[in-house]
């Protein structure tokens, strides 16, 4: 049995990720601000979807899975259903699309292993030319976009 492709791994965690976010949504109501509602959404309930997710390889299916569980939460603040408005608040709101907070973790994750040289071997066997290149033109971009020091 293979635990990244198969669905009930991603099921698991979007029933986690809705019963946070139907929780948080019925204690404080749709009559709270939607600021409110999307700060709680990105404290509480994306790192309980994403979490783990960086040290795996999700498929072009699994991502598209993610970002409808995200959508969903989104259309139940707003009340709205098009996709083209719901990526433009989620620009407004500061709510990463769910591909590149994925993509940043996994940055950071990297990150974090690249002391551990015995473990990058093992792990840049399982990623494929695609996700490498891609995760190295994001590191450039954050790279170039962060300011320097200068002492």
Not at 84 to 90: A, D
Request: include cysteine.
């Amino acid at each position: 049995m293979r635990l990244v492709g198969s669905s009930w791994f991603l099921a698991a965690k979007r029933m986690n990720f809705y019963r946070a976010f139907n929780y948080i949504y019925g204690c404080v109501g749709a009559s709270a601000s939607p600021m409110v509602l999307c700060h709680l959404l990105n404290t509480f309930c994306l790192p309980i979807l994403l979490y783990g997710l960086q040290a795996v390889h999700l498929s072009h299916a699994n991502f598209t899975t993610l970002q409808s569980t995200g959508r969903v939460a989104l259309h139940k603040i707003f009340r709205v259903r098009d996709v083209n408005n719901l990526l433009y608040i989620q620009s407004c709101m500061s709510i990463l699309p769910i591909a590149f907070a994925v993509d940043l973790r996994k940055l950071v994750f990297l990150h974090k292993l690249r002391v551990h040289a015995c473990f990058l071997p093992l792990l840049l066997k399982n990623m494929n030319y695609y996700e490498c290149k891609k995760l190295n033109s994001l590191k450039q971009c954050l790279t170039a976009t962060r300011p320097t020091s200068h002492n």
